[in-house]
């Protein structure tokens, strides 16, 4: 499945991506002074979209490194299976950690399908760290054509 024809420009504050056109956007703000930029599309569970979540930190003191190690240990105390940490070359950052992990969403019941997880933490640089979290339904994760978003995606300051 190839969404590449229908992929259309996205520009935030802290990062440039394509995202499929039937993707609604949706900005949220953080208690940071940043906001949280939220793209959904319908999933084959309506309560569970398609999910592409990206969010800068300019108040970090936790370098990527340690902030991944952090999440490891609170996904994995939450019921994580098939938790990987990677560090990425990554254009235009200074470190990238790539997680991915698959976990059932608090109040599933045990028959429901996980969701599968990629984030990618860059270091822009000291001040600055970009995320972007992409989320589905463990079956539809690749049809949904996640990765090729991802791929796309451009943290700068």
Do not use: C
């Amino acid at each position: 499945y190839d969404r590449a024809t229908e992929l259309e420009g996205i520009g935030g504050k802290f990062f440039s991506m394509y995202v499929p056109a039937n993707f609604q956007e949706k900005s949220v703000p953080q208690p940071n002074g940043e906001a949280m930029v939220f793209f959904d599309a319908p999933s084959s569970k309506p309560a569970i979209p398609v999910r592409v979540v990206v969010q800068g930190d300019t108040t970090s003191t936790a370098t990527v490194i340690e902030q991944s190690y952090t999440l490891e240990m609170v996904k994995n105390s939450e019921g994580a299976k098939g938790f990987t940490r990677s560090s990425l070359s990554w254009p235009g950052v200074q470190r990238a950690i790539l997680l991915q992990w698959t976990v059932t969403p608090p109040g599933a019941l045990a028959t429901d399908e996980p969701q599968r997880h990629w984030q990618i933490m860059a270091q822009v640089n000291d001040r600055l760290m970009v995320g972007i979290v992409a989320i589905a339904p463990d079956r539809e994760f690749d049809t949904a054509g996640l990765a090729k978003i991802v791929e796309t995606f451009r943290p700068h300051a």
